[in-house]
Nanobody
Framework: QVQLVESGGGLVQAGGSLRLSCVGSDTTIRSYAVGWFRQAPGKERDFIAGISWGGGGIDYADSVKGRFTISRDNTKNTVYLQMNSLKSEDTAVYYC????????????????WGQGTQVTVSS
């Protein structure tokens, strides 16, 4: 089973930007849909963005539309999440997840997860 590793999190001021990366351990990820989720302390794991295996299908949560961009480079087995105009409410642990077929907004439909990367936005 493919393994996922996220990176790129950190501390940033409100209004700043970060780019998260989700790297698959092998080329299997190229045929998987990938979703980005986030979880703040005491809250549920929420869908942020999803991308189909070929990149032709993309979706975003309303809370991040116009600020976040999901993309993928299958030659590098990597899916990205570009986050701009960050707000304090974006503070959370961010996870990428992969599954065969299409992406879903429901976290329980994914069977492969990364370990998460912390994003902290200071106001």
């Amino acid at each position: 089973q493919v393994q996922l590793v996220e990176s790129g999190g950190g501390l940033v001021q409100a209004g700043g930007s970060l780019r998260l990366s989700c790297v698959g351990s092998d080329t299997t990820i190229r045929s998987y849909a990938v979703g980005w989720f986030r979880q703040a302390p005491g809250k549920e794991r929420d869908f942020i963005a999803g991308i189909s295996w070929g990149g032709g299908g993309i979706d975003y949560a309303d809370s991040v539309k116009g600020r976040f961009t999901i993309s993928r480079d299958n030659t590098k087995n990597t899916v990205y999440l570009q986050m701009n105009s960050l707000k304090s409410e974006d503070t959370a642990v961010y996870y990428c997840a992969a599954r065969r077929g299409t992406y879903y907004t429901d976290f329980y439909k994914y069977d492969t997860w990364g370990q998460g990367t912390q994003v902290t936005v200071s106001s």
